[in-house]
Protein backbone atom coordinates (compact mmCIF):
# COMPACT_ATOMS: atom_id res chain seq x y z
CA UNK A 1 0.00 0.00 0.00
CA UNK A 2 1.80 3.83 -0.90
CA UNK A 3 2.64 5.45 1.86
CA UNK A 4 2.84 2.50 4.56
CA UNK A 5 6.67 1.70 5.28
CA UNK A 6 6.38 -2.46 6.56
CA UNK A 7 9.29 -4.45 8.20
CA UNK A 8 7.20 -7.01 5.83
CA UNK A 9 4.93 -7.24 3.53
CA UNK A 10 1.46 -7.51 5.28
CA UNK A 11 -2.29 -7.93 3.73
CA UNK A 12 -5.10 -6.23 5.20
CA UNK A 13 -8.57 -7.61 5.45
CA UNK A 14 -11.94 -5.81 6.14
CA UNK A 15 -14.31 -7.54 8.41
CA UNK A 16 -17.86 -6.31 9.41
CA UNK A 17 -19.22 -6.00 12.75
CA UNK A 18 -20.44 -8.94 13.30
CA UNK A 19 -17.58 -10.76 12.70
CA UNK A 20 -18.19 -11.21 8.83
CA UNK A 21 -15.33 -11.74 6.47
CA UNK A 22 -16.45 -8.96 3.78
CA UNK A 23 -12.98 -9.08 1.98
CA UNK A 24 -9.54 -9.41 1.57
CA UNK A 25 -7.86 -5.36 1.15
CA UNK A 26 -7.42 -4.04 -1.29
CA UNK A 27 -10.69 -5.26 -3.62
CA UNK A 28 -13.89 -3.98 -4.38
CA UNK A 29 -16.34 -3.67 -0.98
CA UNK A 30 -20.43 -3.32 -1.59
CA UNK A 31 -22.09 -4.01 1.61
CA UNK A 32 -20.35 -2.20 5.14
CA UNK A 33 -21.15 -2.93 8.55
CA UNK A 34 -21.46 -0.26 10.98
CA UNK A 35 -18.09 -0.90 11.58
CA UNK A 36 -14.55 -1.80 9.84
CA UNK A 37 -12.11 -4.41 12.33
CA UNK A 38 -8.86 -3.93 10.60
CA UNK A 39 -6.97 -7.45 10.49
CA UNK A 40 -3.20 -7.56 9.30
CA UNK A 41 -2.25 -10.19 7.92
CA UNK A 42 1.63 -11.51 7.90
CA UNK A 43 3.30 -14.45 6.28
CA UNK A 44 3.07 -17.35 6.78
CA UNK A 45 -0.97 -16.52 8.04
CA UNK A 46 -0.17 -14.32 11.50
CA UNK A 47 -3.55 -12.36 12.02
CA UNK A 48 -3.62 -9.44 14.11
CA UNK A 49 -6.61 -7.42 15.43
CA UNK A 50 -5.47 -3.97 15.27
CA UNK A 51 -9.30 -2.07 16.16
CA UNK A 52 -12.46 -0.71 15.28
CA UNK A 53 -13.46 2.58 13.33
CA UNK A 54 -16.96 3.54 13.09
CA UNK A 55 -18.24 4.04 9.37
CA UNK A 56 -20.98 5.77 7.87
CA UNK A 57 -20.69 6.71 4.86
CA UNK A 58 -23.20 9.40 2.71
CA UNK A 59 -21.98 8.54 -0.40
CA UNK A 60 -22.24 4.32 -1.79
CA UNK A 61 -18.56 4.64 -3.10
CA UNK A 62 -15.62 2.12 -3.04
CA UNK A 63 -12.95 5.06 -2.37
CA UNK A 64 -15.02 6.53 0.14
CA UNK A 65 -15.30 3.26 2.42
CA UNK A 66 -11.77 2.49 2.01
CA UNK A 67 -10.61 6.08 2.87
CA UNK A 68 -11.18 5.57 7.05
CA UNK A 69 -9.29 2.02 6.44
CA UNK A 70 -6.19 3.53 4.55
CA UNK A 71 -6.22 6.65 7.15
CA UNK A 72 -5.82 3.94 10.22
CA UNK A 73 -3.52 1.38 8.65
CA UNK A 74 -1.50 3.80 7.18
CA UNK A 75 -0.42 5.28 10.94
CA UNK A 76 -0.26 1.58 12.58
CA UNK A 77 1.05 -0.75 9.88
CA UNK A 78 4.78 -0.28 10.55
CA UNK A 79 3.78 -0.94 14.76
CA UNK A 80 1.64 -4.00 13.86
CA UNK A 81 4.17 -5.64 11.67
CA UNK A 82 6.79 -5.67 14.62
CA UNK A 83 4.19 -7.48 16.56
CA UNK A 84 5.28 -10.98 17.52
CA UNK A 85 2.60 -13.51 18.16
CA UNK A 86 2.66 -16.86 18.37
CA UNK A 87 0.69 -18.05 15.60
CA UNK A 88 1.41 -21.64 13.92
CA UNK A 89 2.71 -21.54 10.76
CA UNK A 90 0.56 -22.65 7.49
CA UNK A 91 1.18 -26.45 6.79
CA UNK A 92 1.45 -27.40 10.35
CA UNK A 93 -0.44 -30.37 12.07
CA UNK A 94 -3.92 -29.91 14.11
CA UNK A 95 -4.02 -28.12 16.94
CA UNK A 96 -3.89 -31.15 19.27
CA UNK A 97 -6.90 -32.03 21.27
CA UNK A 98 -5.84 -32.83 25.17
CA UNK A 99 -8.91 -34.13 26.27
CA UNK A 100 -10.96 -37.07 24.36
CA UNK A 101 -14.40 -38.20 24.75
CA UNK A 102 -13.11 -41.21 26.17
CA UNK A 103 -10.60 -39.17 29.21
CA UNK A 104 -13.93 -37.45 29.87
CA UNK A 105 -15.96 -40.57 30.56
CA UNK A 106 -15.77 -41.44 34.58
CA UNK A 107 -12.98 -44.81 34.29
CA UNK A 108 -15.82 -46.30 36.98
CA UNK A 109 -18.30 -47.17 34.03
CA UNK A 110 -16.01 -47.32 31.15
CA UNK A 111 -16.56 -51.58 31.02
CA UNK A 112 -20.35 -51.12 32.24
CA UNK A 113 -20.86 -49.23 28.97
CA UNK A 114 -19.09 -51.37 26.63
CA UNK A 115 -21.14 -54.08 28.27
CA UNK A 116 -24.20 -52.51 27.31
CA UNK A 117 -23.83 -51.49 23.87
CA UNK A 118 -22.86 -55.62 23.33
CA UNK A 119 -25.70 -56.66 25.04
CA UNK A 120 -27.89 -53.98 23.27
CA UNK A 121 -26.58 -54.49 20.05
CA UNK A 122 -27.25 -58.79 20.43
CA UNK A 123 -30.28 -58.28 21.09
CA UNK A 124 -31.37 -56.25 17.79
CA UNK A 125 -32.43 -57.77 14.53
CA UNK A 126 -30.14 -59.89 13.01
CA UNK A 127 -30.76 -59.08 9.61
CA UNK A 128 -29.43 -55.20 8.76
CA UNK A 129 -32.16 -52.90 7.12
CA UNK A 130 -30.98 -51.32 3.77
CA UNK A 131 -31.79 -47.75 3.07
CA UNK A 132 -31.14 -45.84 0.38
CA UNK A 133 -30.48 -41.76 0.19
CA UNK A 134 -33.35 -40.09 1.25
CA UNK A 135 -35.59 -42.67 3.13
CA UNK A 136 -37.71 -41.93 5.71
CA UNK A 137 -36.19 -44.11 8.90
CA UNK A 138 -39.13 -42.15 11.20
CA UNK A 139 -41.98 -40.16 10.47
CA UNK A 140 -41.90 -36.41 12.01
CA UNK A 141 -45.11 -36.29 14.51
CA UNK A 142 -46.00 -40.32 13.59
CA UNK A 143 -46.42 -43.42 16.02
CA UNK A 144 -42.74 -45.19 16.26
CA UNK A 145 -41.66 -48.09 18.15
CA UNK A 146 -38.40 -48.78 17.18
CA UNK A 147 -34.86 -47.95 18.40
CA UNK A 148 -31.89 -48.35 15.75
CA UNK A 149 -28.11 -48.93 15.45
CA UNK A 150 -25.84 -47.70 12.83
CA UNK A 151 -23.95 -50.09 10.98
CA UNK A 152 -23.20 -48.10 8.06
CA UNK A 153 -24.04 -44.57 6.24
CA UNK A 154 -25.37 -40.90 7.88
CA UNK A 155 -28.29 -40.59 8.97
CA UNK A 156 -29.91 -37.29 10.22
CA UNK A 157 -33.04 -35.90 12.38
CA UNK A 158 -34.53 -33.18 10.86
CA UNK A 159 -37.96 -30.81 11.95
CA UNK A 160 -39.79 -29.43 9.01
CA UNK A 161 -41.94 -26.79 9.60
CA UNK A 162 -45.02 -25.77 7.69
CA UNK A 163 -44.12 -23.48 5.25
CA UNK A 164 -41.29 -25.91 4.09
CA UNK A 165 -38.05 -24.50 6.26
CA UNK A 166 -35.95 -26.93 7.51
CA UNK A 167 -33.48 -27.74 10.28
CA UNK A 168 -31.01 -30.51 10.51
CA UNK A 169 -30.98 -30.95 14.38
CA UNK A 170 -28.24 -33.64 14.70
CA UNK A 171 -26.51 -36.12 12.50
CA UNK A 172 -25.58 -39.64 13.03
CA UNK A 173 -22.68 -41.32 11.92
CA UNK A 174 -21.38 -45.23 11.87
CA UNK A 175 -22.55 -47.07 15.50
CA UNK A 176 -24.14 -44.63 17.17
CA UNK A 177 -27.65 -45.19 18.11
CA UNK A 178 -30.86 -43.32 16.94
CA UNK A 179 -34.83 -42.91 18.07
CA UNK A 180 -34.19 -43.65 21.27
CA UNK A 181 -37.19 -41.09 22.18
CA UNK A 182 -39.58 -43.68 21.26
CA UNK A 183 -38.88 -45.33 24.32
CA UNK A 184 -40.71 -42.19 26.25
CA UNK A 185 -42.80 -40.76 23.22
CA UNK A 186 -45.59 -42.50 21.65
CA UNK A 187 -45.37 -40.03 18.34
CA UNK A 188 -41.90 -38.50 17.45
CA UNK A 189 -41.39 -34.55 17.32
CA UNK A 190 -38.86 -35.00 14.33
CA UNK A 191 -37.88 -37.08 11.29
CA UNK A 192 -34.88 -39.42 11.15
CA UNK A 193 -33.49 -39.66 7.48
CA UNK A 194 -30.80 -41.36 5.77
CA UNK A 195 -28.65 -38.87 4.12
CA UNK A 196 -26.68 -41.94 2.27
CA UNK A 197 -26.98 -45.28 1.46
CA UNK A 198 -27.22 -47.18 4.73
CA UNK A 199 -27.53 -50.21 7.02
CA UNK A 200 -29.00 -50.29 10.17
CA UNK A 201 -30.35 -52.89 12.54
CA UNK A 202 -33.29 -52.11 15.63
CA UNK A 203 -35.31 -53.26 18.32
CA UNK A 204 -38.65 -52.69 19.59
CA UNK A 205 -38.53 -49.78 22.04
CA UNK A 206 -40.37 -52.65 24.77
CA UNK A 207 -37.92 -55.23 24.50
CA UNK A 208 -35.11 -52.30 24.92
CA UNK A 209 -37.33 -51.47 28.21
CA UNK A 210 -36.96 -55.22 29.77
CA UNK A 211 -33.99 -55.51 28.37
CA UNK A 212 -32.68 -52.12 30.45
CA UNK A 213 -34.44 -53.50 33.13
CA UNK A 214 -32.78 -56.44 33.60
CA UNK A 215 -29.59 -55.47 32.42
CA UNK A 216 -28.27 -51.99 34.16
CA UNK A 217 -25.56 -51.97 31.83
CA UNK A 218 -28.11 -51.39 29.27
CA UNK A 219 -29.54 -49.27 30.98
CA UNK A 220 -26.59 -47.05 31.08
CA UNK A 221 -25.52 -46.92 27.80
CA UNK A 222 -28.64 -45.69 26.47
CA UNK A 223 -28.64 -43.06 28.71
CA UNK A 224 -24.81 -42.19 27.86
CA UNK A 225 -26.34 -41.98 24.06
CA UNK A 226 -28.84 -39.58 25.24
CA UNK A 227 -25.89 -37.28 27.08
CA UNK A 228 -24.18 -37.61 23.65
CA UNK A 229 -27.28 -36.17 21.40
CA UNK A 230 -27.40 -33.78 24.31
CA UNK A 231 -24.21 -32.41 24.23
CA UNK A 232 -24.11 -32.22 20.23
CA UNK A 233 -27.25 -30.17 20.88
CA UNK A 234 -25.54 -28.09 23.50
CA UNK A 235 -23.24 -27.32 21.16
CA UNK A 236 -25.16 -26.06 18.22
CA UNK A 237 -27.79 -23.97 20.92
CA UNK A 238 -24.42 -21.92 21.44
CA UNK A 239 -23.45 -21.77 17.56
CA UNK A 240 -26.70 -21.01 16.53
CA UNK A 241 -27.65 -18.51 19.23
CA UNK A 242 -23.75 -16.85 19.17
CA UNK A 243 -21.64 -18.27 16.54
CA UNK A 244 -21.24 -15.81 12.62
CA UNK A 245 -21.29 -17.67 9.99
CA UNK A 246 -17.63 -18.09 9.76
CA UNK A 247 -17.69 -19.88 12.93
CA UNK A 248 -20.78 -22.40 12.39
CA UNK A 249 -18.86 -23.48 9.20
CA UNK A 250 -15.97 -24.05 10.46
CA UNK A 251 -17.01 -25.76 13.54
CA UNK A 252 -19.38 -27.74 11.19
CA UNK A 253 -16.44 -29.13 9.00
CA UNK A 254 -13.72 -29.77 12.22
CA UNK A 255 -16.44 -31.58 14.50
CA UNK A 256 -17.15 -34.18 11.84
CA UNK A 257 -13.70 -34.54 11.54
CA UNK A 258 -13.11 -34.86 15.08
CA UNK A 259 -16.31 -37.26 15.37
CA UNK A 260 -15.06 -39.59 12.50
CA UNK A 261 -11.66 -39.80 13.63
CA UNK A 262 -12.81 -40.62 16.99
CA UNK A 263 -14.33 -43.63 15.31
CA UNK A 264 -11.69 -44.60 13.40
CA UNK A 265 -11.28 -42.88 10.38
CA UNK A 266 -7.86 -41.90 10.73
CA UNK A 267 -8.05 -39.97 6.80
CA UNK A 268 -10.48 -38.08 8.37
CA UNK A 269 -7.75 -35.82 9.60
CA UNK A 270 -6.68 -34.58 6.49
CA UNK A 271 -10.18 -35.55 4.34
CA UNK A 272 -13.13 -37.24 4.95
CA UNK A 273 -16.54 -37.85 1.96
CA UNK A 274 -18.79 -35.25 2.95
CA UNK A 275 -22.49 -36.56 1.80
CA UNK A 276 -24.51 -33.58 2.45
CA UNK A 277 -26.11 -31.15 -0.34
CA UNK A 278 -25.06 -27.35 0.35
CA UNK A 279 -28.64 -27.20 0.81
CA UNK A 280 -28.39 -29.38 3.58
CA UNK A 281 -25.63 -27.73 5.37
CA UNK A 282 -27.18 -24.64 5.18
CA UNK A 283 -30.20 -26.55 6.91
CA UNK A 284 -28.20 -27.61 9.63
CA UNK A 285 -25.52 -24.71 10.45
CA UNK A 286 -28.93 -22.33 10.22
CA UNK A 287 -27.79 -20.21 6.98
CA UNK A 288 -28.80 -19.66 3.14
CA UNK A 289 -27.58 -21.56 0.71
CA UNK A 290 -25.89 -17.85 -0.72
CA UNK A 291 -24.13 -17.66 2.42
CA UNK A 292 -22.53 -20.94 2.59
CA UNK A 293 -21.35 -20.93 -0.46
CA UNK A 294 -20.05 -17.53 -0.35
CA UNK A 295 -17.82 -18.92 3.16
CA UNK A 296 -16.60 -21.80 1.12
CA UNK A 297 -15.21 -19.47 -1.35
CA UNK A 298 -13.58 -17.54 1.12
CA UNK A 299 -11.96 -20.48 3.19
CA UNK A 300 -10.70 -22.16 -0.16
CA UNK A 301 -9.24 -18.76 -1.15
CA UNK A 302 -7.62 -18.51 2.23
CA UNK A 303 -6.38 -21.85 1.96
CA UNK A 304 -8.05 -23.25 4.93
CA UNK A 305 -10.25 -26.07 3.29
CA UNK A 306 -12.13 -26.78 0.19
CA UNK A 307 -15.19 -29.41 -1.02
CA UNK A 308 -14.04 -30.95 -3.81
CA UNK A 309 -16.71 -33.62 -5.32
CA UNK A 310 -18.63 -34.20 -1.46
CA UNK A 311 -14.89 -34.43 0.20
CA UNK A 312 -13.58 -32.21 2.58
CA UNK A 313 -10.28 -31.60 1.58
CA UNK A 314 -8.32 -29.66 4.72
CA UNK A 315 -5.05 -27.37 2.61
CA UNK A 316 -2.33 -25.90 4.06
CA UNK A 317 -3.88 -22.90 6.66
CA UNK A 318 -6.21 -25.12 8.11
CA UNK A 319 -4.57 -23.74 11.35
CA UNK A 320 -6.42 -20.78 10.76
CA UNK A 321 -9.65 -22.63 10.63
CA UNK A 322 -9.71 -24.01 14.03
CA UNK A 323 -9.03 -21.07 15.11
CA UNK A 324 -12.24 -19.10 13.51
CA UNK A 325 -14.11 -22.26 14.75
CA UNK A 326 -12.13 -22.76 18.42
CA UNK A 327 -14.63 -20.12 20.87
CA UNK A 328 -17.52 -22.35 19.84
CA UNK A 329 -15.99 -26.03 20.47
CA UNK A 330 -16.63 -27.84 23.46
CA UNK A 331 -14.23 -29.98 25.07
CA UNK A 332 -13.47 -32.69 22.81
CA UNK A 333 -12.95 -29.98 19.76
CA UNK A 334 -16.55 -30.98 18.97
Same mark, same amino acid.
Given at each position: ? %?????? =? ?55 ? @????? $???? &? ?32 ? +? ?9 ? +? #? ?19 ? *????? $? ?9 ? =?? %? ?44 ? $??? @? ?20 ? *??? #? ?19 ? #? +? ?26 ? /? ?10 ? #?? &? %? ?16 ? /? ?8 ? &? ?8
Amino acid at each position: M %RGVRAI =RPVRFAIFGEAGSLLQLFPVEIDDIAAHFFVIIERPPGDRVILGTMPSNPPKETTAY @AIWPV $YLLT &RTIATAACSIQIDTPPQGSPPLPNNLTEASLTRP +EIKALLQRGKA +E #LLAAMSPMPQLLQRGDIVVQM *EEPHE $YIYAIESGWLS =RS %RTLADGRRQIIVLFLPSEICGIKTIFMTRQPDAVEALTPASTRRIH $YKE @ACDLAARDFAVAMHLAWQLAQD *ERH #LHNWNVRLGRANGEERLAAFL #L +ELRNRLTALGVTSAATRYGLPLTQQQIA /DHIGLTTVHVGR #LL &R %RFRELGMVDIRSNEVVFL /DNVRLLEEIA &RPMQDLVGE
